[in-house]
């Protein structure tokens, strides 16, 4: 059974940093595809990013694709999520999610809904203050 655990979220000033931390486990990590979403107060869960099982491929969300870089190490089981700066509307919990990959034949564009991964993490708080 897949398993994810994020960490790393906490409190920060607008214009800082931080990284978000998705630890995997149950399954050959490398098989699989891992993206970030977040669901801010009253929204609902929104893609951010994603990155192929072998980390060649990724992609962002528009909005966040300067500020935000995603990276896996394969021999860690880690998919790590880079935020620098922060602004406001950042504040959201923030998920890992994995699925099978299969990008070679969808293409990585193709994972950008909730509904395209089957594994979840608890979730992490980040929130930025003004």
């Known amino acids: 059974q897949v398993q994810l655990v994020e960490s790393g979220g906490g409190l920060v000033q607008v214009g800082g940093s931080l990284k978000l931390s998705c630890v995997f486990s149950?399954?050959?990590?490398?098989?699989?595809?891992v993206g970030w979403f977040r669901q801010g107060p009253g929204k609902e869960r929104s893609f951010v990013a994603v990155?192929?099982?072998?980390?060649?491929?990724?992609y962002y969300e528009d909005s966040v694709k300067d500020r935000f870089d995603i990276s896996r190490d394969n021999a860690k089981n880690t998919v790590d999520l880079q935020i620098d700066s922060l602004v406001p509307e950042d504040t959201a919990v923030y998920y890992c999610?994995?699925?099978?990959?299969?990008?070679?034949?969808?293409?990585?564009?193709?994972?950008?809904?909730?509904?395209?991964?089957?594994?979840w993490g608890q979730g992490t708080q980040v929130t930025v203050s003004s």
């Open positions: 999610a994995a699925d099978g990959d299969r990008s070679y034949f969808r293409g990585i564009t193709g994972y950008t809904g909730p509904d395209d991964y089957t594994y």
């Open positions: 149950g399954r050959t990590f490398s098989r699989y595809l």
């Open positions: 990155i192929s099982g072998n980390g060649a491929a990724t």
